[in-house]
């Protein structure tokens, strides 16, 4: 029930939302246990609680739905109190909602598949050239690492030629025919991550890679 809730969550007030256990689904060790079950009712904070609570963080937010309605809602409250754009690092998910909020707001980044698939595409193609396709600018562009080496200038050139057009880097992990790849999630991606790539990182395991990210190198575990 609780699942079956939370994938329909516009259907319910933030009241209802609170009253789920947002620790309910954890596990460490794949579903043999879930030892935070119960700790987490009325953990699940407004947008304006994470605001307030990390004044000097920024934020990478997720839109679920195709509708604009999250999309405006969140540019209200950003017009509403003007100090927490610049925690808005970028948006992504659904096309519509990115887009609406990409064009509507100066200074926030939107990216989406379609134009993150068309940017690589063109890249790819032209790349040798030194062109900069429009849809690879002013955005932020996620490369799944099984795709890296295809990329022209992978990474040094391909950095600067979109840092040039305002564009910031994700590396993702391997991309996967039938649908999106997950982040670098072990230590042996990270260890394939050149050493000069100054872009992010995606990754659904910080716990398991913190103890090998150092700013020197990624080739050892922090001391």
Same mark, same amino acid.
């Given at each position: 029930?609780?699942?079956?809730?939370?994938?329909?969550?516009?259907?319910?007030?933030?009241?209802?939302?609170?009253?789920?256990?947002?620790?309910?689904?954890?596990?460490?060790?794949?579903?043999?246990?879930?030892?935070?079950?119960?700790?987490?009712?009325?953990?699940?904070?407004?947008?304006?609680?994470?605001?307030?609570?990390?004044?000097?963080?920024?934020?990478?937010?997720?839109?679920?739905?195709?509708?604009?309605?999250?999309?405006?809602?969140?540019?209200?409250?950003?017009?509403?109190?003007?100090?927490?754009?610049?925690?808005?690092?970028?948006?992504?998910?659904?096309?519509?909602?990115?887009?609406?909020? &990409?064009?509507?707001?100066?200074?926030?980044?939107?990216?989406?598949?379609? #134009?993150? !698939? @068309?940017?690589?595409? *063109?890249? $790819?193609?032209?790349?040798?050239?030194?062109?900069?396709?429009?849809?690879?600018?002013?955005?932020?562009?996620?490369?799944?690492?099984?795709? &890296?080496?295809?990329?022209?200038?992978?990474?040094?050139?391909?950095?600067? #030629?979109? !840092? @040039?057009?305002?564009? *910031?880097? $994700?590396?993702?992990?391997?991309?996967?025919?039938?649908?999106?790849?997950?982040?670098?999630?072990?230590?042996?991606?990270?260890?394939?991550?050149?050493?000069?790539?100054?872009?992010?990182?995606?990754?659904?395991?910080?716990?398991?890679? @913190?103890?090998?990210?150092?700013?020197?190198?990624?080739?050892?575990?922090?001391?």
């Amino acid at each position: 029930m609780q699942n079956q809730r939370l994938r329909h969550h516009t259907d319910h007030s933030l009241a209802e939302l609170k009253a789920l256990d947002i620790a309910f689904g954890y596990t460490a060790d794949d579903g043999k246990s879930y030892p935070l079950r119960g700790t987490g009712i009325g953990a699940m904070p407004e947008l304006d609680e994470v605001f307030l609570a990390f004044p000097e963080k920024k934020f990478l937010i997720n839109f679920k739905e195709k509708e604009l309605r999250s999309a405006k809602l969140l540019l209200a409250k950003l017009e509403k109190h003007p100090q927490w754009k610049q925690q808005v690092w970028a948006v992504y998910g659904a096309q519509n909602p990115t887009q609406y909020m &990409a064009e509507s707001t100066a200074n926030t980044m939107g990216f989406d598949k379609a #134009r993150t !698939k @068309a940017c690589l595409k *063109e890249y $790819i193609a032209l790349g040798w050239s030194g062109y900069v396709p429009q849809t690879c600018r002013n955005t932020v562009i996620t490369v799944p690492s099984n795709y &890296a080496w295809a990329v022209w200038g992978w990474p040094n050139k391909f950095q600067s #030629r979109l !840092k @040039a057009y305002g564009s *910031e880097i $994700i590396l993702a992990g391997p991309y996967k025919s039938q649908g999106a790849g997950a982040g670098i999630d072990t230590p042996e991606q990270l260890l394939e991550v050149p050493a000069i790539f100054n872009g992010y990182i995606w990754t659904d395991k910080i716990e398991a890679l @913190a103890p090998y990210i150092r700013k020197e190198s990624p080739t050892e575990p922090r001391k």
